[in-house]
C-alpha cells in the first residue's frame, strides 16, 4: 500500500504543532492496516474518507483497485471543510 499526499496536505502538516504531527503521523501509520478505518463523506466531499486525530481531520481517498492512499488536506476541524 502507498500513501501520497497532495501539496496542500504537505503545507498543512508543515503548520502543524509537535504534538498533533505526532497524532496525525500515526493515524496515517494505522491507515495503512486499515484504509476504511476513516469515516465516509456526504455531499461535497463524497468519495472522501475523513479521520480523526484530535484537534485534527485527516481527509484522503482510498483507491483499492491501485492500492494506495492519497492524503488531500490536514487541518483542525473548524478550518478543514471550508
Known amino acids: 500500500m502507498?500513501?501520497?499526499?497532495k501539496d496542500e496536505a504537505v503545507r498543512k502538516l508543515r503548520n502543524l504543532g509537535p504534538a498533533e504531527k505526532k497524532k496525525v503521523k500515526k493515524k496515517i501509520g494505522s491507515l495503512l492496516l486499515n484504509p476504511l478505518l476513516g469515516k465516509p463523506l456526504k455531499g461535497e466531499f463524497s468519495g472522501?474518507?475523513?479521520?480523526?486525530?484530535?484537534?485534527?481531520?485527516?481527509?484522503?481517498i482510498f483507491n483499492p483497485k491501485q492500492k494506495s492512499i492519497t492524503?488531500?488536506?490536514?487541518d483542525y476541524r473548524g478550518d478543514v471543510y471550508k
Open 48 to 60: 472522501l474518507r475523513s479521520l480523526k486525530a484530535w484537534p485534527v481531520r485527516i481527509i484522503y
Open 2 to 5: 502507498e500513501i501520497f499526499y
Open 71 to 74: 492524503i488531500i488536506t490536514v
